[in-house]
């Protein structure tokens, strides 16, 4: 079956950055596209960012246009999120993701906190 291990996350200074690895394994991932998503307190899963198959085709939010960076490592069935510019706004639990054979699966997520 699918699954999605993130890592990385922490605590973190306004400015600062972390960067997100998300280890999947269970399908074949250098065939599919994979998200990161984030859900913040009280607030609903929003879409962060998402790489296409080929790592040549990356879609992001607006709110994190310009600040994150998605990649992944097919070799290594890996996906990170670079964060840069860290806002107190980013704080949440950041999961990954991917839609294989129709249904969407999830990682346990990754706490990241942005305070001073």
């Known amino acids: 079956q699918v699954q999605l291990v993130e890592s990385g996350g922490g605590l973190v200074q306004p400015g600062g950055s972390l960067r997100l690895s998300c280890a999947a394994s269970?399908?074949?991932?250098?065939?599919?596209?994979m998200s990161w998503y984030r859900q913040a307190p009280g607030k609903e899963r929003e879409w962060v960012a998402r790489?296409?198959?080929?790592?040549?085709?990356?879609n992001y939010a607006d709110s994190v246009k310009g600040r994150f960076t998605i990649s992944r490592d097919n070799a290594k069935s890996t996906v990170y999120l670079e964060m840069n510019s860290l806002k107190p706004e980013d704080t949440a639990v950041y999961y990954c993701?991917?839609?294989?054979?129709?249904?969407?699966?999830w990682g346990q997520g990754t706490q990241v906190t942005v305070s001073s």
């Open positions: 269970g399908f074949p991932i250098s065939t599919y596209a």
């Open positions: 790489i296409f198959s080929s790592g040549i085709v990356t």
């Open positions: 993701s991917t839609l294989y054979l129709a249904r969407r699966s």
